[in-house]
């Protein structure tokens, strides 16, 4: 309108009156103006005022909206027809271009959508997901809430959180009776719905609070929420678009993850085969290699074609012996392991002083120990301690029997006892080759066997170690190694003293 | 075989069936020789060249499939492997590699000391040339006129049949895995082909086993490939 007074004036006072057809002209400028400018409804007021101002200022007679020549009738309303035509191509074109540039804006918040929720890290990209679609269609919070997921809210309050939890926890129980048509609706992926919360204290909050549905893998994981800032306008079909179609790719990033998860299930489990396999393989050398031995002898025994010196026949006959001793032990440790793995293990704790137990073990292997220089540190005065007594006499020996195995002869062990902060300490150190740090844990494994100095292999089943470090734990205590002050090993043990703190 | 006396080179890690084979091998009549590591292993075979090497794959300083190449490298030595391992793809890769027999553990000493017998006898005697005529009970194979009997029956072999047989009768004794026997016979390209050779063999059976069911001659190895026994069982 005020196009087409402006344009009066202007023809009336500058150009001093004009042509009959420039001016229509100019009045078709002021037309187009105001539908790219404004849009169609007010195009088309343009067009209607352009009309009454064309008739009024230019057709005869002059200002008066009647017409003397009739001829000029059809001028007249072949100009309201251009002007109405030309007015809404103007508008549309107009419409489109705002379109398109809608269509823009939501396919490159969609593409970063995309980018942020394939992230690795599901909870990482959901809060940049809500952070995201927040800032971009500036409402007052969004919220991702999925099911076995910790809710996503940007930004974090309090009122929003209870209002979405609320709202998620629709549709049909959580509504107010009145709103349980719509409610029917929430389910299905990509529709609108309000959502009322009884929940939801701020009454006006509740018309303004939106959720879509989110599915994954073809099932319902959630919803997607959005709370409009107060005093703004509904959402538009743009912002339904890009809400549902941000809602579809939560939930391919929830599958995703999901699809993750089972991998690395699966890739677990392999693992643990693995492992089961190695140790199978483990056992099995361990049991064949004195089977073998015993087969070997007691064959050659029974062979005819050979005379034997008696030498000779006390060799096997000790081969066979040894050999026997050797898988009874390894059979006893692997009962034990699996007895304690198994949860069969009872121990029969009573109180017991440390040094006692000390001397036991040290007596009995002391022909073990003969070929090396043994110290003792374990204070007399120390408080008793609740242990399994034959449980810890077997992880003490297991300790000092690897110490000597393990360093040279003539070499030091020393075993000591003290008080500290986690209850009883029992260090057993020796000065041979030591525990690289990258074994420090592994040779608590079973079936772990560590290279000396030269390279050989240790004999053993590699069982000790794991058996000492289940029976520890049992009377709730813990065992690891360290570096000794020599470079050598050093094998600690703390038991609690406190009788709190000792599992039943 | 040197001065009369077989001399046998025992790898092993575990020292009670050291001393026990050596032991056995010596009342056995046989130069005795240990090692139990690879490193003291090859030490040993360069210095006593052994006439059979017995041998373990456990061993502490590596594998022994890691000696079972070393020695490949240097002789034809028939290699013994006696070891824990059961699995086919140990055995498999054990006899891939050039070993000659392969033995679980435990076994029976009889039976190391047969199998000991025939790795010797093939040394006494390698691969049958191919003028020579080849004898097995009743089966005769002149390999210079390609010509097998069975007794007075003569033989019609195609020739992958002949091939084949010729394969299995120049390594007697010994284990000769899938992919030797197809790569000799079908060609390298075939290796994987297993259908191929046991159709083959079943027919090789057919024409000169009298009970097919239960071979004389030619053996299955499960898992692992097929034998020729050269002697009674």
Same mark, same amino acid.
């Given at each position: 309108m005020g196009a087409v007074a402006l344009v009066t004036l202007f023809i009336g006072s500058v150009l001093g009156g004009a042509h009959f057809a420039n001016a229509s002209m100019l009045y078709l400028v002021a037309v187009l103006i105001s539908a790219i400018a404004f849009g169609r409804g007010p195009a088309i007021v343009a067009s209607v005022a352009a009309f009454v101002a064309f008739d009024w200022s230019f057709v005869e007679p002059l200002h008066q909206f009647t017409v003397a020549d009739p001829e000029q009738?059809?001028?007249?309303?072949?100009?309201?027809?251009?002007?109405?035509?030309?007015? /809404?191509?103007?508008?549309?074109?107009?419409?489109?271009?705002? /379109?398109?540039?809608?269509?823009?804006?939501?396919?490159?918040?969609?593409?970063?959508?995309?980018? $942020? =929720?394939?992230?690795?890290?599901?909870?990482?990209?959901?809060?940049?997901? %809500?952070?995201?679609?927040?800032?971009?269609?500036?409402?007052?919070?969004?919220?991702? $809430?999925?099911?076995?997921?910790?809710?996503?809210?940007? &930004?974090?309050?309090?009122?929003?959180?209870?209002?979405?939890?609320?709202?998620?926890?629709?549709?049909?129980?959580?509504?107010?009776?009145?709103?349980?048509?719509?409610? =029917?609706? %929430?389910?299905?992926?990509?529709?609108?719905?309000?959502?009322?919360?009884?929940?939801?204290?701020?009454?006006?909050? +509740?018309t303004r609070l939106h959720s879509v549905a989110i599915d994954a893998g073809g099932a319902p994981a959630g919803s997607l929420l959005v709370l409009r800032r107060a005093g703004t306008a509904p959402f538009r079909a743009a912002e339904d678009r890009l809400l549902a179609a941000t809602a579809a790719q939560i939930g391919l990033?929830?599958? +995703?993850?999901?699809?993750?998860?089972? %991998?690395?299930?699966?890739?677990?489990?392999?693992?643990?085969?693995?492992?089961? =396999?190695?140790?199978?393989?483990?056992?099995?050398?361990?049991?064949?290699?004195?089977?073998?031995?015993?087969?070997?002898?007691?064959?050659?025994?029974r062979q005819k074609d050979v005379t034997w010196s008696d030498a000779e026949r006390e060799e096997f006959h000790e081969a066979i012996e040894q050999e026997v001793k050797r898988l009874d032990r390894l059979v006893g440790e692997l009962l034990d392991l699996s007895r304690i793995d198994a949860g069969h293990l009872v121990l029969q704790r009573q109180y017991h002083s440390i040094d006692a137990l000390v001397d036991d073990v040290l007596g009995r292997l002391r022909n073990a120990t003969s070929a090396h220089e043994i110290r003792v540190d374990v204070p007399d005065d120390l408080p008793p301690v609740s242990v399994d007594y034959l449980r810890m006499d077997q992880v003490l020996s297991n300790l000092i029997e690897n110490a000597v195995r393990y360093a040279p002869a003539g070499t030091l062990i020393e075993v000591a006892a003290r008080v500290d902060a986690d209850g009883l300490r029992i260090e057993i150190t020796d000065e041979g080759p030591g525990i690289a740090a990258e074994d420090r844990e592994t040779v608590f494994e079973p079936f772990r066997r560590l290279r000396r100095g030269d390279r050989a292999i240790v004999k053993g089943a590699g069982l000790g170690l794991a058996i000492a470090r289940r029976l520890v734990e049992a009377h709730g205590g813990r065992i690891w190694v360290e570096v000794g002050p020599g470079r050598g090993a050093r094998f600690a043990i703390t038991l609690p003293l406190d009788a709190e703190a000792v599992p039943r | 075989m040197s001065e009369g006396r077989a001399r046998v080179l025992v790898v092993d890690d575990e020292p009670a069936i050291l001393r026990t084979l050596r032991t056995n091998l010596r009342g056995h009549g046989f130069d005795?020789?240990?090692?139990?590591?690879?490193?003291?292993?090859?030490?040993?075979?360069?210095?006593?060249? &052994?006439?059979?090497?017995?041998?373990?794959?456990?061993?502490?300083?590596?594998?022994?499939?890691v000696l079972i190449r070393n020695i490949r490298g240097r002789a034809p030595t028939p290699i013994l492997v006696v070891s824990a391992r059961d699995e086919d793809r140990d055995k498999v890769s054990a006899l891939d590699l050039g070993a000659d027999d392969y033995l679980t553990k435990p076994f029976s000493v009889d039976e190391l000391l047969a199998r000991i017998r025939v790795a010797l006898r093939h040394v006494a005697r390698p691969e049958t040339g191919t003028d020579a005529v080849f004898e097995a009970g009743d089966l005769r194979v002149d390999l210079g006129r390609r010509d097998v009997r069975v007794g007075?029956?003569?033989? +019609?072999? *195609?020739? *992958?049949?002949?091939?084949? $047989?010729?394969?299995?009768? *120049?390594?007697?004794?010994?284990?000769?895995?899938?992919s030797m026997l197809?790569? /000799?016979?079908?060609?390298?390209?075939?290796?994987?082909?297993?259908?191929?050779?046991?159709?083959?063999?079943?027919?090789?059976?057919?024409?000169?086993?009298?009970?097919?069911?239960?071979?004389?001659?030619? $053996?299955?190895?499960?898992?692992?490939?097929?034998?020729?026994?050269?002697?009674? &069982?």
């Open positions: 009738y059809v001028s007249l309303l072949l100009f309201l027809l251009v002007a109405a035509v030309t007015s /809404q191509l103007a508008a549309d074109q107009r419409s489109r271009t705002a /379109q398109a540039l809608d269509r823009e804006r939501e396919a490159i918040i969609l593409a970063d959508i995309a980018g $942020l =929720t394939a992230a690795p890290d599901l909870g990482a990209s959901l809060v940049a997901a %809500a952070a995201r679609i927040q800032q971009e269609l500036d409402v007052a919070a969004v919220g991702i $809430l999925l099911r076995g997921q910790l809710p996503v809210i940007a &930004p974090f309050s309090s009122d929003v959180d209870r209002l979405f939890r609320g709202a998620s926890s629709a549709p049909a129980n959580a509504l107010s009776p009145g709103t349980a048509a719509s409610a =029917t609706a %929430a389910g299905r992926p990509g529709r609108w719905v309000r959502v009322v919360s009884p929940l939801a204290r701020d009454e006006r909050a +509740r990033a929830v599958d +995703r993850a999901r699809l993750r998860d089972e %991998a690395t299930e699966s890739e677990v489990l392999r693992r643990s085969d693995e492992l089961k =396999t190695a140790l199978l393989g483990a056992v099995s050398h361990e049991l064949r290699s004195p089977l073998a031995s015993i087969m070997a002898s007691a064959g050659s025994l | 005795v020789e240990t090692a139990g590591n690879v490193r003291d292993a090859l030490a040993e075979y360069d210095r006593a060249r &052994p006439d059979v090497v017995l041998l373990d794959l456990g061993l502490p300083d590596d594998d022994g499939l007075a029956r003569g033989v +019609r072999l *195609t020739p *992958t049949e002949y091939d084949l $047989l010729k394969a299995l009768i *120049t390594h007697p004794g010994r284990v000769l895995t899938f197809l790569r /000799q016979v079908w060609g390298p390209g075939y290796s994987s082909e297993g259908h191929y050779l046991h159709v083959y063999i079943a027919r090789l059976r057919k024409k000169l086993e009298d009970d097919p069911q239960a071979p004389r001659w030619i $053996l299955s190895e499960p898992g692992v490939g097929y034998r020729f026994r050269a002697e009674g &069982p």
